[in-house]
């Protein structure tokens, strides 16, 4: 082995004290793809005013995720599909497009997903990313709401299940929008357990639209590309111009290419579902040409966003994190003589509650695909996770196809309760990749001040490589990085296992058979059976919760 270098976000000058671990200097060649150190803020970018001056407000991201290549599975896609989608509504004179189009994305899912239509709080999400909310320091520091946001602040918040709250609970005003003084109270009626990065890619974003209703991205925006007769956006060159979030829910592959003020090198156009109420669009849907020009570019927008699972509020699930907002970026390791590594373990360490000890997932955001990764349970001693790997005991193995929070089935393994560790051991392959792990750190504007700050800590979260283990604290504090970051991987514990009454820890087509037969007087439940068995959490055990396990057991809903 060469020399470690670790792939931290603050590089270049603090990053030769990293390699004190390997015991001397070498240029840091394992960053040359990372973008920018800092954050650009809306501020130096040549904004133009669209139509009613409401435009801006996605950011230009602070990573940048290629996303997943997603082949449609079962019939070919249609030549024009639309999605059910919740009513479209209307952000006023905020630069909260972000925050609707993740809501919107969700939404959508939640109708795909056999979830009913729900209308769920863009201003609590919007709210949330604000330095008013995170008074203490910690969080997302934007100055108000109106600042606008990142791709990243809404799929982070979901998947730490900090939202979404219901729309009636903390509603949007679109003029004199305070900071509303219930944001902690309220009821989260949906978890999020998967999100999917999707490339910018014409069969990839089809198929996700299909699979999980809408795909949450952005476009340059300017009235001069805008054709307000037909509702047609499509910019062929030029400069960016501010980013405008929205949600694709639908295609046509024979829309034309005449509709488009400028016209486009062949027909085709997004359904796109826009944040500004009717205003200018089609009942608040328009059309951009699968040509624009930054329509889904992941390099302007970071990633392009599809919620993929998630499961019914039960009241008995609790989620495991070390972080609540997410990845702000991958970290990964170089070795000076071999490269980037392409195997390390990732691990969170967590005090585990004897009360939620079935562990139903564990959760973590990698920006590859096609990784292979393996979960473990891991004791841990003194607080440090324990490196003989024989003491480990494995969850689950398998190869993500997707970019995004990745969930794992761990099918209801019973954790000791205690501090214990879950690691996932990534393995890249022979796909060019390395092994790498969101990691939740700071962030700062190009005039250095904080705009996402981590609350961290030592003994939290770990990388183990070849039986060494790094506290991912030590290594920050080797490149003088004394705030440093935690590493996004999470456990979904339940109190219960939901849909499985036969005891086996999984919902299967077998419970689906019990539960029936429970709801035909065949059979009696003890009070365990009653609690897993009602799956809609409507109090009884019924032949529509035997639907619900069997649908699930074939994959037609995502989750409880
Ligand atoms: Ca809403
Ligand atoms: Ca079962
Ligand atoms: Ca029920």
Request: charge should be negative; aromatic fraction near 14%; include cysteine.
């Amino acid at each position: 082995m060469g020399n470690l270098h670790f792939g931290l976000k603050a590089v270049c000058a603090a990053m030769a004290c990293v390699l004190a671990l390997g015991g001397s200097i070498a240029a840091s060649a394992a960053v040359a793809d990372v973008p920018s150190e800092t954050v650009k803020t809306n501020s130096d970018k040549p904004f133009l005013i669209a139509s009613k001056e409401k435009i801006k407000g996605l950011m230009p991201s602070a990573y940048h995720v290629t996303g997943s290549y997603l082949e449609p599975s079962g019939a070919a896609l249609p030549p024009s599909y639309r999605s059910k989608i919740t009513d479209v509504r209307d952000q006023g004179s905020y630069n909260t497009c972000w925050a609707f189009a993740n809501i919107a994305a969700f939404e959508a899912f939640l109708i795909q997903d056999g979830k009913g239509v729900n209308d769920l709080s863009e201003n609590h999400l919007a709210w949330w990313s604000t330095e008013e909310y995170n008074s203490d320091g910690y969080g997302w520091q934007f100055e108000d709401l109106d600042f606008g946001g990142y791709s990243m602040i809404g799929a982070g918040y979901l998947a730490s299940w900090q939202g979404a709250k219901l729309e009636e609970d903390l509603p949007y005003s679109t003029y004199g929008n305070y900071l509303p003084d219930n944001m902690d109270d309220g009821y989260i009626p949906y978890n999020v357990t998967g999100i999917t990065y999707v490339a910018n890619d014409i069969t990839s974003v089809k198929t996700a639209i299909r699979n999980y209703g809408g795909v949450a991205t952005s476009y340059s925006s300017a009235d001069k590309y805008y054709n307000s007769d037909k509702s047609a956006y499509y910019q062929p060159e030029g400069p960016y111009y501010g980013g405008h979030a929205i949600t694709i829910v639908g295609w046509d592959d024979d829309y034309s290419k005449t509709n488009f003020k400028e016209t486009p090198p062949d027909d085709g156009a997004w359904l796109v579902k826009n944040s500004w109420g009717d205003y200018m669009c089609e009942d608040g849907l328009m059309w951009i040409s699968y040509y624009d020009l930054y329509l889904l570019d992941t390099n302007l927008w970071g990633s392009n966003i599809a919620i993929n699972s998630a499961r019914t509020n039960s009241g008995y699930d609790r989620l495991y994190q070390n972080e609540t907002h997410g990845a702000t970026w991958f970290t990964y390791i170089t070795d000076t003589e071999i490269g980037e590594l392409k195997e390390l373990t990732f691990v969170n360490v967590f005090d585990f509650d004897d009360t939620h000890k079935y562990l139903q997932k564990v959760i973590f955001e990698t920006r590859e695909t096609g990784v292979g990764y393996t979960a473990y349970y891991i004791p841990v001693k003194d607080d440090v996770p324990d490196k003989n790997t024989k003491n480990w005991i494995k969850l689950a193995s398998g190869k993500s196809n997707t970019s995004g929070y990745v969930a794992i089935d761990t099918a209801g393994y019973v954790l000791p309760s205690g501090k214990g560790a879950i690691g996932i051991t990534v393995d890249s392959g022979d796909n060019g990749s390395y092994a790498s792990m969101g990691v939740s750190e700071w962030l700062t504007d190009e005039n250095g001040n904080y705009i996402f700050m981590p609350d961290t800590h030592r003994n939290e979260s770990f990388i183990i490589s070849n039986s060494d283990v790094y506290d991912l604290m030590d290594i920050y504090e080797m490149s003088e990085d004394y705030i440093g970051g935690t590493l996004v991987i999470k456990a979904v514990t339940s109190e219960y296992v939901i849909g499985d009454v036969t005891g086996d820890g999984r919902s299967s087509t077998a419970d689906a058979m019990y539960i029936l037969r429970k709801s035909l007087g065949m059979k009696e439940f003890d009070v365990e059976q009653m609690i897993n068995g009602d799956t809609n959490f409507d109090g009884y055990v019924s032949a529509a919760d035997a639907l619900r396990v069997q649908r699930k057991s074939v994959g037609l809903i995502s989750d409880y």
